[in-house]
């Protein structure tokens, strides 16, 4: 099975920063579909961004150009940097990965895949 451990939450002022990472137990993060969604209390989970094998991304509209995906591979460390952050993006955030092949855009647009795994998630709130 694969076990997913995020880290790097917390509570941070508007306008600051925060690193998440996300470490994995299966395969390589590259070899599937990667990626960060978040879910605020009382709301649907939402895709914040996705990445395939080949290095394609999506962004959500909400956190392009201050959100960034990144790997690193010999570790198996999925990371997610967030600058600029807004209270509008505290949520509990949570790393996923897929190695099922779908479309990108297809997978990243619905977080109900059964073939998703999940981590525990990590709070982030910005006030």
């Known amino acids: 099975d694969v076990q997913l451990v995020e880290s790097g939450g917390g509570s941070v002022r508007p306008g600051g920063p925060l690193r998440l990472s996300c470490s994995s137990s299966?395969?390589?993060?590259?070899?599937?579909?990667m990626g960060w969604f978040r879910q605020a209390p009382g709301m649907e989970r939402e895709g914040v961004v996705g990445?395939?094998?080949?290095?394609?991304?999506l962004y959500a509209d909400s956190v392009k150009g201050r959100f960034t995906i990144s790997t690193d591979n010999a570790k198996n460390i999925l990371y997610l940097q967030m600058n600029s952050l807004k209270p509008d993006d505290t949520a509990m955030y949570y790393c996923?990965?897929?190695?099922?092949?779908?479309?990108?855009?297809?997978?990243?647009?619905?977080?109900?895949?059964?073939?998703?795994?999940w981590g525990q998630g990590t709070q982030v709130t910005v006030s």
């Open positions: 299966g395969p390589k993060f590259d070899s599937g579909y």
């Open positions: 990445m395939d094998a080949d290095g394609s991304v």
């Open positions: 996923v990965v897929n190695y099922n092949v779908t479309p990108l855009d297809r997978w990243f647009s619905w977080p109900g895949w059964t073939t998703n795994y």
